[in-house]
Structure formats: C-alpha cells, structure tokens
C-alpha cells in the first residue's frame, strides 16, 4: 500500500514534456522559505523545478528570460478546499459530481475519479494565479463526505497527484442532520464506523456486516481509521472543536484537520497544543448557524497567534466549483483585519501544502521545489490585481479562457462586423 | 444630545406630520405602514482634508466635506467650521458617498438561518405580488449591523425570485437598534415589485407539475397578469373619475396596477440577455417602466439596450456558473455596461458581499482597465451609490455628495479600492452610526448576553 501510493506520487509528479528553462528576472520573490521575500530576486526554473532563487541567478544558455521588472512573484496559489473539476455547471439539474446521493457509498466517494481537468473553471481558476486544489465531494448522505484529492490546475490528464489525500468527515450540526438529527448519536455512530473499518474485511467476510458502514465505505475508510491520511473535519462550534480535541487526544495516530473552525478562536491555544490545523475563512464573521454564533472576523488572526497552523479557504457550505480563485481575495481580507501580509499569503500557498502533506514539494519557491510560479501586476491579495503569467509545473499557461473569448467577442471597442 | 439636533428632531417631527396631506392639500387617511424613520441626533461636522470621491465620478484631492443638520452643506477646500462643529481629520483618508445595496436579504433571510426564519419567498404560486417584503424583516438580523460596518447606508431588501411576482421590495435605513420595521423605512421611496425571470419560477412550480414549467410559460405568465392589471388599473381610473363601480379590491393587482401608474417601481431578476430583451418587449407591450435588471449576467451582450431602454443592470463582479443562465458571466460585465453609457450598479445578493460592496467594484473597475477600458475609481464609485439611487428612485435624496443631499459619508482607511482598507466611520443623516474599534453591545437583541460575548477575552 504504502509502496504503490509512493509510486503514484513520483508518477505524477513527473517532468511534465514542454517545461523550458526560464530565468525570471528582478521580481519582488515571495519564496515563503526561510529566504522570505527578495526584493529583485531571480527564480530559474529548470525541467519543471525550481533550480534557484537569489539575488542574483546566472541564466543558463539558451533559457528564456522574463524581466518581472520588480513584480510579485510567487508560488501559485493552492485552494485549501474547493469543488473544482467537480462539475461544469453545479445546479440547473445538471450532473454535480461533488453531489453523491446513495445508500452505500459515502466515505468510499472518490473525487480525484470524479476530477475533469477539461472543465471550463479550471482554466478559468488558474488564470488567476491558482495552480493547485484540494477537492472533495459537498454532501452525501451520511457523516462521512467521502474521499478528497489534490489537483493541479493544468488540465492535463494526469492532474490528479494525490488521490484520496484525506476522509471528510462531518461532525456538526450537517453530520448531525445525517446521523438520526443528533450530535448525540453522531458521536457513537462515528465510533462504531471506526470500528468496522479498523475489523475490515474479517466482520464482513463473516457474514457479520458492519455496524453503520457498507462493506465498500468500511473498506475505504479503513487506511485512515488506521492513521493513514487526515480525517478533513467539518465542525464550527467550540463546544464540538473540543471534542475534536479530546477524540485525539483519546485516539493517538489520527489525524485531524479542521475546516470551518469559527468558533476556533476561542480554542486557539488547544489547538495549537493538539497541532490541529485549521482551514478558515476570514470573511465567516455571520452568526448564520447555531454552531456559528461567535463567529468573527478575526479568527484567523487568533489562531495564527496561538500558533495554530492556517490555510484560508471557504467555509463549508460556501465552498464552490467555481470561484476557487477567491481564495486571494479572502486572504486580502484577513490582512486587512490584522493578519500579516506573509501569513496571509501563506495561508493560501505553503500553508495548505503543508496541511494536506505535500510541504515538500508545493507551495514555496526553492530548490527542488515544483516550478508553480505566478508573475503578478500588483499585489496578489488585492482585489485589482491578475497575474501576467502562471507556470504549473514550469510550463507556462496562456491566459485564456472561456470567459476571456467571451470577454473578446463582446468587448466594446470591437467593430461588429 | 444639544439644543439644536433637539430642534432638528422637533422640525422633522412637524415634517412627517404634514407628509399625509397631499399635492392638492387634501386631507388623505395617514398611511398605516408609513415610514417612521428618525435620524439619529447630529452635530455639524466637518470631515478636513480626505480624498473625495463625490459619486457623480469625480475624485477631489484634498477637500472638505461638510454636513450640518444632517445634510450635505458643502463640499470644497478650506471650508470653515461652524460653532460647536465636530472637526475630523480625514489626511490621508478616503471620503465617499455611503454604500446603497440595490438587492439584500438581509431580515428576509436573516441569520441564523433556519427553516423558521427563512421569509423570503413566499413559493407558494407564480404570482404573489400581494406579498410586502417588509413584512418579512426582521430587525434584529445581526447582518445590518456588519453591513454598516462595510459603509451600506441604504439597502433595497426584496423577496426572492421563486415566483414570477415575487411580491414587493423596500428600501431601508439599516437603523441599529430599531425595533420595528417602519422605523427603517427610506422616507417616501417608493416601493417596488420584484420580478424574476428564468429558471427559478420554471424549476420551483414545473416540479410541481404546474405553470411556468417553461421559458414560454413564464412569459404568458407575466403577460396574463398584466393584462388582468391594466383592465383593474382602467376600473380604478374610470370608478374615480365617476365612470362606474371600482373593483373589489384585490392586494395581487393593486400592486401591478401601482407598477402601471409608476407609483411603484420594477426591479427584474433576470440573468440572460435574451430573457432581458423579452422582458423589455413586455414592458414595451403593456406600457410600464422597469427600473432595473438584476444580477443581469450576460448584461454585456446587450449593454446597448439597457442603455436605449434606460434600464440599469445590478450586478455582481465575478459570480457565475452555479446555474445554467449564470454561465456566461464575465468579469467584464459591470465595465462593458458602463462602457455603454448605461446604469450599472454592483449589486451583493449576499449577507456576506454587502459587507465588501467596494471590493467588488475594485474588481469590475480593474478588470476593465485592463480590457482596455480607461474608468477612474471615483467613476467606479458612481456603480455602489449613485447608480443604485437612481435605480431606486432616491437620487434626490442620497447617492452623491451634492449639497442638500443626505449626509450619508463613510470615511475609509485608505483607498476604498483596495482590499486592505476598511471603514472608519459611517455617517447616516450625518449622524455617527458606525465608528471602527468601538466596542460596544451588539446592537441585534439576538446577539446580547451570547456567553461567548460575556467570556470573551
């Protein structure tokens, strides 16, 4: 198992054909690395990679040559939680494969097979500097949201490079309404669906069957009832983040990321004691639940303090398959309600590769690292700003989309013909 | 509160008294459902030295602004206080019209938002024009208080778009702390009705095996219903003119009927450009004006009509795709549409986008530059406030800086385009309503006495 996933790993993060060596002169480079941001700073890429970063970078012969004439560049963007791929348009009746609605699989869904890097919003996402996803399905029908990948944005086939990255599991007031309308019995179910993954195959080969799962959702979540992969936990309160907490605590070799988390703040040092991490979105400030009645602008913020790891994302129930690339804005958003420029950028970089496990290779411009590298007009985080180019993977991506082709045939200064 | 703003309130006391005496000084029966609305008390104040955007699209560099009893009283350079004015500093500060949202939800759809709380579409037949949208508000939606927040002064809350006739809008103050709707009110804006195109009213009754199940269902849907209304409407006119009995009364046609005399104005949910152009032809057929296209996502193809009809479009900067008549939306349309010389407006639909209108004009307006457009920030400014007046037929009264205006003035951080500036001050009537870092209780009866509040840090 853990031999194959390796394979895949090095399959897919293979030197994609038409990556060029390109020398990217006098940015303002935001490496999100222990070098921080150099101002008119070189980054080469070469084969697909980052080969350097400095003050100063020697072009090798025959490299192409950008002059960033003192611009932003940074590492592409990274959508902590989005449904990209996921569907073309979402309602309307058309098919929304983020939308599973059956009796025998939930936590077996699997998005990275559901995943079409030909979908109109992929293009249109990464034109504006997000080259990377996490993507899960938005609801099934149980407490469990079934299996979540990680995507690149470059629409090539093999744009699934982590498949089934991490578990979606909701365990608020959404898992709840699915699990006899109750936290009460929300808890016991997750338990014993636990259980039935960890005795996996034997109870069902007996005959026994599971307690609450199918054979195929026990047999999909049994690698991370194992502590393999992160459980992505859909929870908002604190009252139901403590239990996060303690279950961990309880349960040493699982691991846990939150997403929503409004009420984290008021759990911040707990969390940064359990290293728990948390996918928030700055712009949550409503008491539009129950489980969301603290919900503040400053959330971010205080957990960033407390020393919690952050990614920046939307909350549950916002998150889309179009509009990933709002992510920036909402980064922007957090920096203007106290969050530091660097850790408002990371948070939608480095931080969610960090989270899903992938630190390693995305989300920072340094050696060795996968050339995502974006040259912006301005400040990335601000609302005005684009990007003038956009490298996956060290190959270079025309700014076009549909929406831009509709931009073009209906732009003013057009002569109708 | 001073002896004047003591007199102003007693002036404008005497003020609403006289409203129900109308244009032939006849005494008419007093209006049950009459806006109530009071400014809170104001002193004069002088805002020294910001940058203004005045909302007719200019950007004046270091200007003053004044208001004094509760109005604009001018706006220039080195401007002199009066005796016992506030005195702000806004170097270095942007000053703008306040933010009107022309389409919210807020109190419709308030938070929390639950199955008991959710008032806004009242699905229950195509046409429900007898419905009052702000019989559904509910004051103490902790969302007005975050939209003041975001600089909104004035926002039109309408029912949503299940029906064809939705029933009708109104345009609010978000009063902090009113206990009752009326207290909201925009003084003597008028009403409107809300139309929706497309496919909301088709999916919500064709799944239940009725009409509109169609693009043609709806429009015989809309085109019967006026037809009913102007026979009414032609009833009332004759019965007062002694020309036989007047109608019974019917809630449904008064309405329609309000639209034909244009006492009532005509906001349309209406996402496709054909469809637009459909709705034109109707309102061309039975003689009625529609004030504006909302959401209007393919508003671009067809910027020249809108700009003919004198139709504004609101708008959002970038929403598309969750739907089918939402896919061809562009980030250009609020800039083409204003490239056309027509009335464009950014609208939210959203508890959470009305808190960052500027935000999303930051957006239309870049992304139109870079088209190759050439639109300044002070002109983008004219798509969050006086656009939105004029579509809500209030732009005497508020929307621009001009003197005898309204004085509702936001002052912002830094420039209001940016993401990183915030609003420091909100001004309504030239009272202070929104101050930043003030704390202070919730002003939502619902939020107090939260125990996460009491405990918090």
Redo the contacts between chains.
Sequence with gaps: MRLLSALLFAVVFATPAAAQTVLIRDGRVVTNSAAGTVENGDVLIVDGRIRAVGASVAAPSGARIIEAQGRFVTPGAFAAMSEVGLS???????LNDADIDSNTIAAAADAGRAFNPSV??VA?TRIEGVTRAAIAPSSTTTLFGGRGALVALSGRPDSVFRPRAFMVVELGETGANRTGSSRAALWPAFEAALRDAREYPARYQRGQGGAVLSELDAAALQPFARGQGAFLVHVES?ADIRRIIRFQRDNPGLDFIIHGGA?AW?VADELAAARIPVIVDP????????ER??ARLDNAIILQRAGVQIAIAPAPGTV????A??VL?LA??A???GLPWEAAFAAVTRGPADIFGVGSELGRLDRGYIADVVIW?GDP??????PTAVFIAGVEQPLVSR??R??DR????RSRE | MGLRSVIVVAASLVLAACATVDDDGDDEAPDPWASTYQPRPSVPTLIRNGTVFDGNGAELASTDVLMVDGRISAVGQNLTAPEGAAVIDATGRFVTPGIIDAHSHLGVYPSPGIAATSDGNEATQPNTAEVWAEHSVWPQDPGFYRAVAGGITTLHILPGSANLFGGRGVTLRPVLGARTVQEMKFPDAPQSLKMACGENPARVYGGRNSSPATGMGTVAGYRQAWANAERYARRLRNAEEGEGDPPDRDLELDTLAGVLNGDIILQWHCYRADEMANAIAIANEFGFEIAAFHHAVEAYKIADLLAENDICAAMWADWWGFKIEAYDGIRENIPFVHAAGACAIVHSDSEVGIQRLNQEAAKAMADGNRAGLNITRAEAWTWLSRNPARALRIDDETGTLEPGRRADVVIWSADPLSSYAVAQRVYMDGALVYERGVTRDPPSDFELGQSYLEGAQ
Excluded: C, K, M, W
């Design positions: 073309e348009i979402s309602g309307s009746g058309a109109s919003a249109i604190a009420e008021q712009l949550a400030n409503l008491p539009d639940r129950f009645l603290s889309d398959a179009h509009q690339r709002l804005q922007g958003n920096v203007a309600n007009d985080l601000e609302v005005q700003s684009a929406q831009t509709l931009r209906y732009h003013p200064n």
